[in-house]
Each structure stands twice: as structure tokens, then as C-alpha cells.
T-cell receptor
């Protein structure tokens, strides 16, 4: 089954304790992206990647890191989480057909709480 | 970063009613999309629009690309309980490129029996 898999689904942590949220897709998509969803703010892009070893900042990259060492994986790293990073996080991927990336496939989300 | 304004923020309707929601931007977009997020899941693409004035349907859903290219509309006819969720619009500045998608703030739809 074609899917984007995120882990974990739920995570409670404390301020300053490094964490990684994993994301993997099995559709051979070139484009991958991370979003955070907050009430009243919709989906905001954190980082994105056009292909292996190519990453760039989105609208709200502060406090996050990503890497794209393999095409299928795009982990999100919080080196020192803070309470304002409490949010619902989504990973998404899409093919780059004719250069376009608008048809995103989303994972099921990771609900992160930073105490 | 820019955000798109969606209206209304939330709707409570009865089963069988028609629903209308819209999305407006201060900038022109060349692609408009509508996604639906069901409880506990990620958003799923419903409809993609690529041309000003375009009207596209997907079952009971119909979306339109505004002629000013600064807005888009989504209508749901004869709503049913499984229409419950958050509907997001998204705009893309340059069609046919891997340019950034800007998402709206979402419209939460509740359907009562």
C-alpha cells in the first residue's frame, strides 16, 4: 500500500531533550516536506526537500533540523525542544511530475507535547 | 510567511444541507487545491484547479478557481456524516513548478443527523 509513515503518533517530552520524528514514504517520491498544524493557523511548512541531499527552509524552520540521506526517509529533528514546539506535525511527499509538487500525500501525523 | 484566509472558520450543519466555503489571498495563485483532513488523519487531496474560472467536480464536491486568481470556492452538496473534517485550501504561485504551497487556516465542518 502506498503510504507516508510517521513515527511516533504521540510523543510527550520535556524541554531540552533531543528528539527525532521519523518519516518514510514507499512511493519513490522526490519531494518531501514537514508541516506543523496549530489551531487557527492551518498548516505551516517547516522544511522541505526536492531530492536526496537537497533541503531548504520553509516558513517556520527555527528550532528544527532535517536530513535527506535516502530518498524514502526525511526525519525531523528537534535538538532542544521548547514548549512552543508543542504541535501536530505532518510529513508529506509528492512526485515531481513536470516539475510540479502540488499533489501531496500526507502521513497520519505526530502529536508532540513539550513540557 | 503568507497565509490564506478561509471562511467560515467552522460550520455546524444538518445532514442533507449544502455547504459553501471560500479561501482568499492577497496574492495571485496559479494553482488552487482543496484538501480534507478527517479526525486523526493527515489531509487528503480532493480537487486541484489550474486555470482561472475553472470549475471542477469530484462527486458531491465542486470547486472553482476565482477569476481574479486570488480566491477559490468549495461547495459540498447534500452533506452526509462522513463529510466531517477540516477542509484546507492551498495555493501555489507558479504552476508546473516545485514552488511552495501556502495553506489556508482551515474550515472545520460538523454534520449533525
Amino acid at each position: 500500500e502506498a503510504q507516508v509513515t510517521q513515527n511516533p503518533r504521540y510523543l510527550i517530552t520535556v524541554t531540552g531533550k533531543k528528539l527525532t520524528v521519523t518519516c518514510s514514504q514507499n512511493m519513490n517520491h522526490e519531494y518531501m516536506s514537514w508541516y506543523r498544524q496549530d489551531p487557527g493557523l492551518g498548516l505551516r511548512q517547516i522544511y522541505y526537500s526536492m531530492n536526496v541531499e537537497v533541503t531548504d527552509k520553509g516558513d517556520v524552520p527555527e528550532g528544527y533540523k532535517v536530513s535527506r540521506k535516502e530518498k524514502r526517509n526525511f526525519p525531523l529533528i528537534l535538538e532542544s525542544p521548547s514548549p512552543n514546539q508543542t504541535s501536530l506535525y505532518f510529513c508529506a511527499s509528492s512526485p515531481l511530475m513536470e516539475g510540479a509538487n502540488e499533489k501531496l500525500f500526507f502521513g497520519s501525523g505526530t502529536q508532540l507535547s513539550v513540557l | 510567511g503568507q497565509q490564506l484566509n478561509q471562511s467560515p472558520q467552522s460550520m455546524f450543519i444538518q445532514e442533507g444541507e449544502d455547504v459553501s466555503m471560500n479561501c482568499t489571498s492577497s496574492s495571485i495563485f496559479n494553482t488552487w487545491l482543496w484538501y480534507k483532513q478527517e479526525p486523526g488523519e493527515g489531509p487528503v487531496l480532493l480537487i486541484a484547479l489550474y486555470k482561472a474560472g475553472e470549475l471542477t467536480s469530484n462527486g458531491r464536491l465542486t470547486a472553482q478557481f476565482g477569476i481574479t486568481r486570488k480566491d477559490s470556492f468549495l461547495n459540498i452538496s447534500a452533506s452526509i456524516p462522513s463529510d466531517v473534517g477540516i477542509y484546507f485550501c492551498a495555493g501555489q504561485g507558479r504552476a508546473g513548478t516545485a514552488s511552495k504551497l501556502t495553506f489556508g487556516t482551515g474550515t472545520r465542518l460538523q454534520v449533525t443527523l
